[in-house]
């Protein structure tokens, strides 16, 4: 007849179970680490690491309409669309520059002007794309956009050409107009962090090099702007390759300059309710419409207001001032001493009281249990 078995004292199967529940915690907290310290070292694309895995037409981006007219926001004398340059525009976030060329002061010498060299002349295409390539050079993780803005323009295509080179630049050039779009970590690791769109056709087939991808057949350009914005529109309806959505977000007004009478001069007022809620709605209206992703939302002025925001909101990032730790189970949260965009490092708050004791009892009967024989 067999003896019969004898059961473990409670206090030995209590101490068996907190080694366990111990064990776990030690290794869910490691495993926590470990992936904290994979999160803190990771690439970030465009500023975000949720970015990287993103196609370069899956993500949206703020773009600058004629980037270079730059005017005094205290004391303007001339009509501008922004009231800082280039690099500042690229440090604050933008990532899509438009530029206006036309024929400098000789045929070998492309200017940016706009709406005419009469009215605001912003130096020559070389000079900007030289403060872009060093921008570039400075910040290898992000793409950039550069749009050559001007259908049946008169600049040479030799001489637009031959400024890319002399600048540098090119040699961050995507090449060819691509079947499907690369993410963004692949043109990162490529080193093809340019894109560059050409609106005339002559430009476009002058690059040997195929990187100045033809405008028409990419980019679907929807209606615009408007008088004192009235109304957004976003037509047109009849996209057919384009797989790039641009929409131009800024309001212009007939007035006059030099005697001479424009109907496309900046409208620098309200600028916080077009730069604003406004900038939402028009973007969110005119997706609901069309079967591609919200691109580039084209601005003047795009220190005023908030254009990032939204613009974070498009790209499923959290907002600006914004903490990781709202995303998190109640019992973590962010390091508040990293910045609001980080969750590299996680920590424990405060453990009250009884739940201390509890923790305290339960260390003491796994050492006991693992020292007794």
Sequence with gaps: MEAPSKRAPAWRIAGTLCT??????????????????????????????????????????????????????????????QFKGIKDQLDYGVRGLHFNIMQGSAASEVALCYPDCTVNNGGTLLD????????????????????????????????????FGDAGIDKYALKGKPESWPTLEKMIDDGTTLVVFAEDSNIAAANSQGYFI??????????????????WTCGPWNRTSQSIMLIPHFIVQTASYNGVTYNNMPYPFNLGTTNGYQYEYHAVTCRGGQSIWINFMEVDFYDQGDVLTPTLKFNSLPYKDDNYKYFYPEFFEADPDLPSSSASRLTVPPISEPWR?????????????????
């Design 20 to 81: 366990v529940m111990l064990r776990a915690a030690f290794m869910f907290c490691l495993v926590l680490q470990l992936s904290a310290g994979v999160d803190a070292a990771s690439k970030k694309c465009n500023q975000h690491e949720e970015l990287c895995s993103r196609a370069y037409n899956d993500v949206s981006y703020v773009s600058t309409h004629a980037s270079f007219a730059v005017t005094s926001q205290e004391n303007p004398t001339k009509p501008g669309t």
């Design 128 to 163: 900007s794309l030289k403060i872009v390539k060093a921008w570039m050079d400075a910040n290898t993780n992000d793409v950039v956009t550069i749009f050559l803005e001007g259908m049946g323009t008169d600049a040479s295509p030799a001489a637009v050409v031959k400024a």
């Design 214 to 231: 033809p405008y028409q057949d990419t980019v679907l350009k929807l209606d615009g702007p408007f008088n004192y914005g009235a109304e």
């Design 357 to 373: 004791i509890a923790v305290v009892f339960c260390l003491l009967l796994s050492l006991v249990d693992m020292l007794w024989i």
